[in-house]
């Protein structure tokens, strides 16, 4: 059974820091990974997806990379914004019963202090 | 584009009660829907997968008599709460699948709706 964790659960650091979100998954079987935003009360929003085949992903002040083989993704958020803060979730794209499914971490909630 | 909407944004109602969530894909037509929970500090648990046309799939453990999925169209699938009761209060979340998107799987997600059983 697929299982994503992510690491930390909670970060904080002062505007202007580099910062790198962890993600860890059990069965390197997937299609693909992405990374979301979640604001408090909110739906997610795509950050980046990253398939099965690729290395990396990169979209302005972000950067994510795959290493399917060790199961593992790192965010990397560059020079942290106050705007940054939010609940970042790992999800990966796996085979189940229906056909696929997102499988998502508990999320790393991130607060950027100005 | 690839806009997921969901109606209501929340909704209180009394324990014993039905209450009907709507997805609709707003610029893309979506043959698959999907349909999550997300309790506090909780991390998104797939219910169900609802095909257009089609009976939906539910992952073990969701009761299918109880969240009832309906996917009539290819831009609309409703999730019906049937006898809420509190602890079904939470939060939930639909994406959609563009079936002509380039990317494997790829989902779109709606805004979620927060229901709060009484």
């Known amino acids: 059974k697929q299982e994503v964790t992510q690491i930390p659960a909670a970060l904080s650091v002062p505007e202007g820091e580099n910062l790198v979100l962890n993600c860890s998954f059990t069965?390197?079987?997937?299609?693909?990974l992405q990374w979301f935003r979640q604001d408090p009360g909110k739906g997610l929003t795509s950050l980046l997806l990253?398939?099965?085949?690729?290395r990396e992903q990169t979209s302005g002040r972000l950067n994510a990379s795959l290493d399917k083989s060790s199961g593992r993704s790192t965010l990397y958020i560059a020079a942290s914004q106050p705007g940054d803060s939010a609940t970042y979730l790992c999800a990966v794209n796996t085979i189940n019963q229906a056909g696929t499914a997102l499988i998502f971490g508990k999320g790393t909630t991130l607060s950027v202090s100005s | 584009g690839a806009v997921v909407s969901q109606h209501p944004s929340w909704v209180i109602c009394k324990s014993g009660t039905s209450v009907k969530i709507e997805c609709r894909s707003l610029?893309?037509?979506?043959?698959?829907m999907f349909w999550y929970r997300q309790f506090p500090k909780q991390s998104l648990m797939l219910m169900a997968t609802s095909n257009e046309g089609s009976k939906a799939t539910y992952e073990q453990g969701v009761e299918k008599d109880k969240f009832l999925i309906n996917h009539a169209s290819l831009t609309l699938s409703t999730l019906t709460v049937t006898s809420a009761h509190p602890e079904d209060s939470s939060f939930y979340i639909c994406?959609?699948?563009?079936?002509?998107?380039?990317?494997?799987?790829?989902?779109?997600f709606g805004p979620g709706t927060r229901l709060t059983v009484l």
């Open positions: 610029d893309f037509q979506a043959t698959t």
């Open positions: 990253i398939q099965s085949s690729q």
């Open positions: 069965d390197s079987a997937i299609y693909n």
């Open positions: 994406s959609a699948r563009d079936q002509h998107s380039t990317f494997i799987s790829e989902q779109f």
